[in-house]
């Protein structure tokens, strides 16, 4: 099955610095690429996402970068603010089609606990 | 995005009991999905619960431990039985966009629930 790895685990900034987050994974299948922020006490929330057809997407002061070759996308938050501090989690989708049905399955990476200092 | 709502939100059990976590959902949704994550860990998946049709469940996951109906295409809930501290977790009820029936992977999450058992 899918294998998700993502560095750092832990990630300390000063406000207004850049942060990244790296994840690979290992079904070159795979061809959907979501990031999810979690803050304390709530639900992961996705936040962008990239699908294999694409090599970059940004959206404001966040954006991803995917490069299928070597199998690895990353994250990257500038002009980071206090409330970006969470844990935010990559995962890769692996399109699974039993019997003609349209389904698939999401696999996290382990998490990065950003944060970002006043 | 659908409006998920979970419930209870949290709750501490004792040990060998049993406790229901519903998930509501504010439109009809093809599939559902409950997740676990573990005190400061990424999110497992458990099953894939699909209406009118049985669980779908990982390794290492078992009907007897989680139980999970699927009376329709809003509500779902999943059963955690016979309690041990080490199901002392984050339960996350999950909803797929679909794009004409099709799998897109963007699946959007519930608050969670947060059960600890003694």
């Known amino acids: 099955g899918e294998n998700v790895e993502q560095h750092p685990s832990t990630l300390s900034v000063q406000e207004g610095d850049s942060a990244v987050i790296k994840c690979t994974y290992s079904?070159?299948?795979?061809?959907?690429f979501p990031w999810y922020k979690q803050e304390l006490g709530k639900g992961p929330q996705l936040i962008i996402d990239?699908?294999?057809?694409?090599g970059e997407k940004k959206d404001q002061r966040i954006a991803v970068t995917l490069n299928k070759t070597a199998k690895h996308f990353s994250l990257h938050i500038t002009e980071t603010q206090p409330e970006d501090s969470a844990v935010y989690f990559c995962a890769a989708y692996t399109p699974v089609l039993p019997g003609g049905t349209s389904y698939g399955k999401l696999t996290f990476g382990q998490g990065t606990i950003l944060t970002v200092h006043p | 995005s659908a409006v998920i709502s979970q419930k209870p939100s949290r709750d501490i059990c004792q040990r060998g009991t049993s406790l229901t976590i519903q998930c509501q959902v504010d439109s009809q949704v093809t599939m559902m999905f409950w997740y676990r994550q573990q005190p400061g860990q990424s999110l497992t998946l458990i099953a894939t619960a699909n209406q009118g049709s049985e669980a779908t469940y990982e390794s290492g996951f078992v009907i007897d431990k989680f139980p999970i109906s699927r009376p329709n295409l809003t509500f779902s809930t999943l059963t955690v039985s016979n309690m041990s501290p080490e199901d002392s977790s984050i339960y996350l009820c999950s909803v797929e966009e679909r794009d004409r029936d099709r799998s897109t992977g963007e699946l959007f999450f519930g608050e969670g629930s947060r059960l600890t058992v003694l």
């Open positions: 990239i699908r294999s057809n694409v």
């Open positions: 079904d070159s299948a795979s061809n959907y």
